[in-house]
């Protein structure tokens, strides 16, 4: 796989899906990586041999960065930016439909997109250097497919705060005390112990429960199969703007 589309590994063991995805950029998603992505997690639900994933990312330092940078300045008319935008869209739907729980092992930062999909996830493990941040709104854009998502596991004062505060990282313990992270280390070695312990109790649970269990806390959210592809249009739209134009290339030139 090119470099520059990320890559996606998947090992199945003893009834655990382990999905590792990784890029160059800080963990960050072109298109291409989010379609695999999202792909892949369908693909898992249906799988009667996986009863857990465990979703992670590569290396030791970001977890996820959001939206690829190139991507986005790459991008030229209206139905491009809403076709990317629609990628993160399709990664949450999959996240939420998918008849398994997935369990997410967060061990950097992480940014925009990348804080959607720690929303997106059952149950989250993060260790102390995992600070987020929404900056879309730094960049002329907002953080419209990633709001219901946040909204459903963190409410809307956290909503607000973050994306009112594009500049501002908050600490792994704020995210914690807000929903999104359920469980915050200080490292890596301690984060994948409990990790392994919790997935070994989890497994010794009924499958069938515990897909009832992930449907039941899904409810409510049969809007989001509309609402976030409608989201996505209106990032489409402002992607284009002369303002998010030249803070993407202030930043890529960083």
């Not at 596991?153 to 999104?180: D, H, I, S, T, V």
């Not at 984060?191 to 515990?210: G, H, Q, R, V, Y």
């Not at 199969?225 to 998010?244: F, P, Y």
Request: aromatic share 8%; hydrophobic share 45%.
């Amino acid at each position: 796989m090119n470099n520059h589309l990320g890559s996606l590994y998947t090992k199945i063991d003893n009834q655990l899906a382990t999905i590792t995805f990784g890029h160059p950029n800080a963990n960050s998603f072109p298109s291409e990586l989010l379609k695999r992505l999202a792909k892949e997690i369908d693909t898992l639900s249906q799988n009667e041999a996986v009863s857990i994933i465990l979703l992670q990312s590569e290396g030791e330092r970001a977890f996820c960065a959001g939206a690829s940078f190139d991507e986005l300045l790459a991008i030229t008319n209206e139905a491009e930016g809403t076709s990317f935008f629609e990628g993160f869209a399709h990664l949450f739907l999959a996240m939420r439909r998918c008849k398994k729980l997935i369990i997410g092992r967060v061990q950097g930062k992480a940014v925009g997109g990348g804080v959607g999909l720690v929303a997106a996830l059952d149950y989250v493990f993060a260790t102390e250097s995992a600070s987020i941040k929404l900056s879309e709104l730094s960049l002329g854009i907002g953080p419209f497919v990633i709001a219901p998502v946040i909204l459903r596991k963190a409410g809307q004062a956290a909503l607000n705060e973050l994306f009112m505060a594009p500049n501002q990282w908050k600490n792994a313990y704020w995210a914690q005390q807000k929903g999104l992270f359920a469980r915050v280390f200080e490292n890596l070695k301690d984060m994948d112990k409990e990790i392994d312990d919790f997935i070994a109790t989890l497994l010794k649970s009924n499958p069938l429960a515990l897909s009832e269990m992930k449907r039941i806390t899904w409810q409510h959210t049969d809007h989001w199969e509309k609402e976030l592809l409608d989201n996505a249009a209106i990032s489409g739209k402002l992607v284009l703007s002369e303002q998010t134009r030249l803070m993407l290339e202030k930043l890529k030139n960083k």
